[in-house]
């Protein structure tokens, strides 16, 4: 679980009705990359379409910091890892990003995505088998752990210790499926929509540790220090940005390329340190 800016946009050519009245974006006639390579260029992308003209309309849950965070300063009205991604790729294919704020477990099943609400996803989604059935990923961009927060004085110490204690996650989230698999068998695991509830729910004692992203919960840790992280979870997890499935296949290309390029370019590094403070191993 972001701030943006507009270029000139490129020609449009042609109006595509795509859940609402969108716009064809031209970027050249050469092939670009299926998700999964990245090799080509945005400025050689297939033309696309986007359910606004000359704009690029991302579906996020906020909060969820650094990932998704809101922000009035921003042109878009949030910022954040994700958002600052998403942005730069905007930029690259000539648009202006519009960030619209959705519940997750609607943006991860797909809902929104086939409703026509967005062009993409961007919520920290981590890409799985079982949401390849109803979304189409981007390449990764991003790699994550699980982790396990508690108050510093709770005598917590690892997964194993909340027995009979009461477990926060976010609802549709790895996290959650980690806690339901691994947690003991007399905890109770409790849902929450957001970390915009979960995290009050920890301060205010409902429950007991919180387990879900590494580097949201690292975010609580550096902005209150009576709480920590106590265990990491490597469980192999990439981010993706998401699509309706088998509806865009020309925008995800076209996204694939512009990531490509920002990665090329460095300006993925330069957003990638201004959150986390090094480059991505």
Same mark, same amino acid.
């Given at each position: 679980?972001?701030?943006l800016?507009?270029t000139?946009?490129?020609?449009?050519?042609?109006?595509?009705?795509?859940?609402?009245? /969108?716009? #064809?974006?031209?970027?050249?006639?050469a092939p670009?990359?299926?998700?999964? @390579? %990245?090799?080509?260029? $945005? +400025?050689?992308?297939?033309?696309?379409?986007?359910?606004?003209?000359?704009?690029?309309?991302?579906?996020?849950d906020?909060?969820?910091?650094?990932?998704?965070?809101?922000?009035?300063?921003?042109?878009?009205?949030y910022?954040?890892?994700?958002?600052?991604?998403?942005?730069?790729?905007?930029?690259?294919? /000539?648009? #202006?990003?519009?960030?619209?704020?959705?519940?997750?477990?609607?943006?991860q @099943? %797909?809902?929104?995505? $086939? +409703?026509?609400?967005?062009?993409?996803?961007?919520?920290?989604i981590?890409?799985t088998?079982?949401?390849?059935?109803?979304i189409?990923?981007?390449?990764?961009y991003?790699?994550?752990?699980?982790?396990?927060?508690?108050?510093?004085d709770s005598?917590?110490?690892?997964?194993?210790?909340?027995?009979?204690k009461v477990?926060?996650?976010?609802?549709?989230?790895?996290?959650?499926?980690?806690?339901?698999?691994?947690?003991?068998?007399? +905890?109770?695991?409790?849902?929450?929509?957001?970390?915009?509830?979960l995290?009050?729910?920890?301060?205010?004692g409902q429950?007991?540790?919180?387990?879900?992203?590494?580097?949201v919960?690292?975010?609580?840790?550096?902005?209150?220090?009576?709480?920590?992280?106590?265990?990491?979870?490597?469980?192999?997890?990439?981010?993706?940005?998401?699509?309706?499935?088998?509806?865009?296949?020309?925008?995800?290309?076209?996204?694939?390329?512009?990531?490509?390029?920002?990665?090329?370019?460095?300006?993925?590094?330069?957003?990638?340190?201004?959150?986390?403070?090094?480059?991505?191993a």
């Open positions: 679980m972001k701030h800016l507009k000139a946009a490129l020609g449009v050519v042609a109006a595509f009705a795509l859940a609402g009245c /969108g716009t #064809t974006q031209p970027t050249g006639s670009a990359s299926d998700s999964g @390579s %990245g090799a080509a260029s $945005a +400025a050689s992308s297939p033309a696309f379409t986007t359910i606004d003209a000359g704009k690029l309309t991302a579906c996020a906020v909060p969820y910091p650094p990932f998704e965070i809101e922000d009035t300063s921003a042109a878009s009205g910022s954040g890892f994700d958002i600052e991604i998403v942005g730069a790729i905007a930029e690259k294919l /000539g648009l #202006t990003l519009v960030v619209k704020d959705v519940d997750f477990d609607a943006l @099943s %797909g809902t929104v995505l $086939a +409703a026509g609400e967005c062009d993409l996803g961007t919520s920290a981590t890409i088998e079982k949401r390849k059935k109803n189409d990923f981007a390449d990764p991003y790699d994550s752990l699980q982790s396990l927060l508690v108050k510093k005598g917590i110490a690892k997964l194993a210790d909340l027995s009979g477990i926060g996650v976010q609802q549709g989230t790895t996290g959650q499926t980690y806690a339901q698999e691994h947690a003991p068998k007399d +905890a109770t695991i409790t849902q929450f929509p957001s970390d915009g509830e995290w009050p729910a920890m301060t205010s429950v007991d540790a919180i387990l879900q992203d590494q580097p919960n690292h975010q609580h840790e550096i902005d209150d220090d009576s709480y920590a992280i106590v265990e990491e979870y490597d469980t192999d997890e990439q981010y993706g940005f998401a699509f309706a499935k088998d509806k865009n296949p020309e925008l995800l290309a076209a996204v694939n390329a512009a990531l490509a390029d920002i990665r090329s370019d460095g300006t993925y590094d330069t957003i990638y340190e201004k959150y986390f403070g090094k480059k991505q």
